[in-house]
């Protein structure tokens, strides 16, 4: 069985089979790597974010991100009555 771990010291990952590394490398190349596979096996242009890059709510967004919290919260209090 594959696992993938992630060493946030050395900003590397590192995939092991059985407990064995298989293969260790830059968390850029992990994410060239990702979207290499899925293009390959999708067979189009999806691309896989890198996972070190976080992003914030900027302008209009954040607008559409507190309006669908909001409409969730009151589901949920619709739902609990």
């Known amino acids: 069985m594959f696992k993938i771990k992630k060493d946030t010291f050395r900003k590397k990952y590192?995939?092991?089979?059985?407990?064995?590394?298989?293969f260790t490398c830059e968390v850029q190349e992990f994410v060239d790597l990702a979207?290499?596979?899925?293009?390959y096996v999708v067979g189009k242009d999806y691309?896989?974010?890198?996972?070190?890059?976080?992003?914030?709510?900027?302008g209009f967004?954040?607008?559409?991100?507190?309006?669908?919290?909001?409409?969730?919260?009151i589901n949920d209090l619709k739902k609990k009555k």
Not at 35 to 39: G, L
Not at 47 to 58: D, F, G, L, R
Request: no cysteine; aromatic share 10%; charged share 20%.
């Open 47 to 58: 691309v896989i974010s890198n996972p070190n890059q976080t992003e914030k709510a900027k």
């Open 14 to 22: 590192e995939i092991t089979r059985n407990g064995i590394p298989v």
């Open 61 to 73: 967004g954040k607008y559409h991100f507190i309006k669908g919290f909001l409409l969730a919260f």
């Open 35 to 39: 979207n290499a596979i899925t293009q």
